[in-house]
């Protein structure tokens, strides 16, 4: 019998989950090989900072393409860090969001057998493989206070970069975790397309973003930290 949407989640708060966009990208911002395809950046200190990551979110956003891409999603490997979410009380890993205009998934790939929450947000529920589905919405916004009302107060924004885009153009990320992979990589998969929609004019002036800290993680990879400085 196909979800139906969740009673918490069905009047939105007025407020939306602090959301962090986390990415390894290559020196000339691709995230993938210019043939496509899933691609296998970042070595040990990218997977320390995305443990952390991961870690701090109570759940993590990715596109239907991504997870087509990679059938799986990321999960905290580090065990003292999974052992401090079980001691807060929660869930051992974050739940995994999937965005996707259709509901249809393969059950047999591997996402479905990790351990963790999915939900689906879509315009129809799925029919099976899922915890939760929460109806698509209109707009970013009113998206992400749907998911602050279901308990989400914090969200990793996991790709890929159309969703980050999307996210982006709404105004609605407020950091960035950016690893840089010391790679080239070429070709049209950049971590931001170039797309018809503008960004806010006033992400783009000087000022919009601050500098969170910088890492050296070692064999050539840095992790940049960026915060959104909104004027209200």
Same mark, same amino acid.
């Given at each position: 019998?196909?979800?139906?949407? !969740? ?16 990415? &390894? ?37 990715? @596109? ?7 059938? !799986? ?11 401090? #979410? ?13 965005? !996707? ?27 099976? @493989? ?31 970069? !159309? ?42 002036? &000087? ?17 940049? #930290?960026? #915060? ?5």
């Amino acid at each position: 019998m196909p979800l139906q949407p !969740s009673d918490d989640c069905a009047a939105p708060a007025l407020e939306r989950p602090e959301t962090r966009l986390v990415l &390894a990208i290559s020196l000339d911002g691709r995230l993938a090989p210019a043939e496509g395809g899933a691609a296998q950046l970042g070595g040990k200190g990218d997977r320390r900072v995305l443990d952390t990551a991961l870690a701090w979110a109570d759940a993590c956003l990715m @596109g239907a393409g991504t997870l087509r891409a990679h059938q !799986s999603t990321c999960l905290i490997r580090d065990r003292a860090l999974l052992q401090q #979410r079980v001691d807060q009380g929660r869930s051992a890993q974050p739940t995994a969001v999937v965005v !996707s205009r259709s509901d249809g998934f393969p059950l047999q790939w591997q996402f479905f057998r990790q351990p963790l929450e999915r939900w689906l947000l879509a315009p129809k529920a799925p029919a099976e @493989g899922f915890d939760r589905w929460i109806p698509l919405g209109h707009s970013w916004p009113e998206r992400l206070e749907t998911l602050y009302a279901c308990g989400v107060r914090r969200l990793a924004l996991l790709g890929g970069a !159309s969703l980050a885009a999307e996210l982006l153009q709404a105004d609605c990320v407020d950091a960035l975790q950016l690893t840089l992979v010391p790679t080239l990589l070429g070709g049209p998969h950049t971590w931001l397309p170039i797309d018809p929609n503008p960004l806010p004019l006033s992400m783009l002036g &000087a000022g919009a973003w601050s500098c969170d800290g910088l890492e050296d993680l070692g064999e050539g990879e840095i992790v940049l #930290r960026y #915060r959104r400085q909104r004027v209200h």
